[in-house]
């Protein structure tokens, strides 16, 4: 009776291991999921809005020196220009003022204000961008020489919008120059700017070079991206650009209360296991 009592505590206990280690497993398995959730959105690229242009340009405002509507159109594939991702990119173009003659035709200056345009412009009801105003008029262009400067800035194009963003995120894009943005040896460089009104963050345009920012500040940026004219408005450039992306870091927070489910579960598990050990 005795050994028949010791078998049955024996296979209870078993039992009852194997249960709460189960328990304890899917308790884990549901944490580990749960912090996943919780981190990994944080930590993913996030499209900022229509920054592929798949909608035209809705969302972004957009301005030109020699156009009402905005110096700016779209790339895609039944144009001269093939969309840089997706089915269409947005092509900015700083035009040119130059007379044609029996010398320089349309043909030769298919930019020019003059002349008919290759692909119709685009236009946009957006509003302003919040930091417009301050950028255009006594922002970072006096501070940097040979980027987008009052009247420079103008006397080109550009597209610009809001995002809204947390200290540590950074912004991706891409980007390919045509025309004169294209030559290295020109002033007349095309740029993304980004500004929250107190400071700037500058990128001109050079083939493989940067295309990328960060943001030690949080709170709403301007961003802006174009062409400026700065050195010789006779000739026509234009800057391409799509995949505009937001990548933000885990919250501080967030990444504590993971840590913390993890250490917990890690305690417990040790705990129960040191007393189906007994």
């Known amino acids: 009776m005795h050994a028949r009592s010791t078998e049955t505590l024996?296979?209870?206990?078993?039992?009852?291991e194997v249960d709460v280690g189960s328990m304890v497993n899917k308790i884990a398995a549901m944490a580990f999921a749960g912090t996943a959730i919780l981190v990994s959105p944080m930590a993913s690229a996030a499209p900022v809005a229509n920054g592929g242009f798949e909608s035209g340009l809705a969302g972004w405002y957009s301005w030109g020196y020699t156009s009402s509507i905005g110096a700016t159109a779209l790339a895609t594939g039944d144009t001269p220009y093939?969309?840089?991702?997706?089915?269409?990119?947005?092509?900015?173009?700083?035009?040119?003022?130059?007379?044609?003659?029996?010398?320089?035709?349309?043909?030769?200056?298919?930019?020019?204000?003059?002349?008919?345009?290759?692909?119709?412009?685009?236009?946009?009801?957006?509003?302003?961008?919040?930091?417009?105003?301050?950028?255009?008029?006594e922002g970072v262009g006096y501070q940097m020489p040979y980027l987008p400067v009052w009247p420079y800035f103008r006397n080109g194009a550009y597209i610009a919008r809001d995002i809204d963003v947390h200290a540590g995120d950074s912004l991706t894009w891409a980007w390919t120059a045509w025309g004169e943005a294209a030559d290295s040896l020109s002033y007349d460089k095309?740029?993304?700017?980004?500004?929250?009104?107190?400071?700037?963050?500058?990128?001109?345009?050079?083939?493989?070079?940067?295309?990328?920012i960060s943001f030690d500040q949080g709170g709403v940026w301007s961003i802006f991206i174009g062409l400026a004219q700065y050195e010789d408005n006779q000739v026509w450039g234009a800057i391409e650009v799509d995949s505009i992306e937001l990548h933000s870091v885990p919250e501080p927070t967030s990444l504590a209360l993971a840590l913390g489910a993890v250490i917990a579960l890690a305690i417990t598990r040790r705990s129960l296991a040191s007393k189906t050990s007994r």
Not at 10 to 16: E, P
Request: glycine letters at 4%; a negative charge; charged letters at 15%.
């Open 10 to 16: 024996a296979l209870l206990k078993t039992s009852w």
């Open 82 to 137: 093939a969309p840089i991702e997706g089915n269409a990119s947005a092509l900015v173009v700083a035009m040119s003022a130059a007379k044609p003659n029996e010398n320089w035709t349309c043909d030769d200056d298919r930019w020019n204000f003059n002349c008919p345009l290759p692909i119709e412009f685009t236009s946009s009801t957006a509003p302003r961008p919040s930091h417009d105003q301050w950028l255009n008029t």
């Open 190 to 212: 095309a740029y993304l700017i980004a500004t929250n009104g107190l400071q700037a963050q500058i990128v001109r345009y050079t083939q493989g070079g940067a295309n990328s």
